[in-house]
């Protein structure tokens, strides 16, 4: 009962105030019709206080994200349905859904009259303009009656999960030379354990098994040649991405971090389409999503993977890029870095084995906050670690916020071609 007192409005509480007053004065002046209207003006605000209590839980709702993975910019909706159950009246009814900040502004609607049996459609839209796991909700319910003297604040609905990706970008052109294989010049190369059967040969040594001895390749060369159990070795490419908070800077969709996110992304999903196998590692060597085992696994369900990845990336706390090893495992090698110490750079380098593919893409991280500094002092920040990689014998970009991503990649692309042409077309 104290419970359902509590949902009174201020016109209850003043009609309710007014009964007691009004009964007072009946019993002052001993007017028993006075009376009689005291208690109807008692009893009213109580029987619907005690009534729109008893009555919450026949509204029902749902919600429905359309769709429940959207882009970083890109825009959505949100489908609310309402209904109610039972033949009691139902008064107006105010919602509001908990909607975060970056998705927008938290919408409210308000429902007259809840007709029975028949559902009430309502829709909102929503833009989300940074990546991660969004929490919708919960949808709260405002319940009134219809004198107005009684509401009660209920949750219909609790949270639904939005994913927002990152942002991607179409790309053109493969760097020159990238292939399937990992190798110099594109080809399969061989390492153990991995792979399809293949036979491989060596000469013999004291203490083989006999039962490896390769008997077409021993009579050909006229001495003993066994088999080596090694299987070929897909290779592909590795994406690094550098997502230090010490190495970003700005806030926002704006930030450095932000677009080196969107780029790896655009990157993974690229070279995907193009036949490679791709693996996204954090700039520790840290696996975020590894390629599928076969060359045909994962489609467009591995896409996914690696953009959910990315929407729940968070910054990491080191100071410094450490590797202790090459990241990319001989593969071929994206780094997306950000503002990295000569030592850095130095160890990165040197891990590398030669001849293996390596591109870079320095973000001008300075440039992301938005201050007025000139474009060639800004740079002078990166300059030098691009000089250290340049000198390694890797393909580097310095990338700036004014420059689209397809401008970085295609010159990514000719730092390699060295021709103002891409190789491939389009994906």
Request: proline letters at 6%; hydrophobic letters at 45%; charged letters at 20%.
């Amino acid at each position: 009962m104290f419970r359902s007192l509590s949902g009174l409005t201020t016109r209850g509480r003043c009609l309710l105030a007014a009964g007691v007053a009004a009964a007072v004065c009946s019993v002052v002046l001993n007017e028993r019709d006075l009376l009689r209207v005291a208690v109807f003006v008692i009893a009213l605000p109580l029987l619907v206080a005690v009534f729109i209590a008893a009555s919450r839980v026949r509204i029902g709702a749902s919600r429905r994200l359309l769709p429940d993975r959207l882009a970083a910019g890109s825009p959505g909706e949100v489908e609310l349905a309402l209904w109610r159950n039972g033949k009691l009246p139902a008064g107006e009814v105010l919602l509001e859904d908990g909607v975060p900040y970056a998705l927008g502004s938290r919408p409210r609607f308000v429902v007259e009259r809840l007709p029975q049996g028949r559902v009430v459609g309502l829709r909102y839209p929503i833009q989300p303009m940074l990546r991660g796991i969004q929490q919708v909700g919960p949808l709260r319910a405002t319940l009134t009656d219809p004198f107005g003297l009684c509401e009660f604040d209920r949750e219909l609905i609790g949270h639904s999960r939005l994913v927002v990706v990152p942002r991607v970008v179409s790309l053109w052109g493969l760097p020159g030379g990238a292939g399937a294989g990992a190798g110099d010049d594109g080809s399969v190369r061989l390492h153990a354990g991995q792979g399809e059967t293949d036979v491989i040969v060596r000469h013999y040594r004291q203490g083989d098994d006999l039962r490896k001895v390769h008997w077409r390749s021993t009579a050909r060369r006229d001495e003993i040649m066994v088999r080596v159990e090694e299987r070929p070795w897909r290779g592909g490419t590795t994406v690094l991405l550098d997502h230090r908070a010490a190495a970003h800077h700005g806030t926002g969709p704006s930030a450095s971090l932000e677009w080196a996110i969107s780029f790896a992304a655009s990157v993974c999903l690229h070279m995907r389409k193009a036949g490679h196998r791709v693996r996204l590692v954090s700039e520790h060597g840290r696996v975020i999503t590894a390629a599928p085992d076969s060359d045909t696994a994962g489609g467009e369900g591995y896409d996914n993977v690696i953009l959910d990845a990315l929407a729940a990336l968070q910054p990491a706390h080191q100071r410094d890029l450490t590797t202790g090893h090459d990241p990319a495992e001989g593969q071929e090698l994206i780094a997306i870095l950000g503002t990295v110490s000569n030592e850095a750079v130095s160890e990165l380098s040197r891990y590398r084995p030669r001849g293996a593919r390596s591109f870079a893409v320095l973000l001008d991280t300075p440039a992301f906050t938005g201050g007025v500094t000139a474009p060639e002092q800004r740079a002078a920040a990166t300059s030098e670690s691009a000089a250290l990689l340049r000198a390694a014998g890797w393909g580097v970009v310095v990338a700036e916020p004014t420059m689209p991503m397809t401008q970085v990649w295609a010159e990514l692309c000719r730092t390699v071609t060295g021709s103002g042409s891409l190789v491939g077309g389009p994906l």
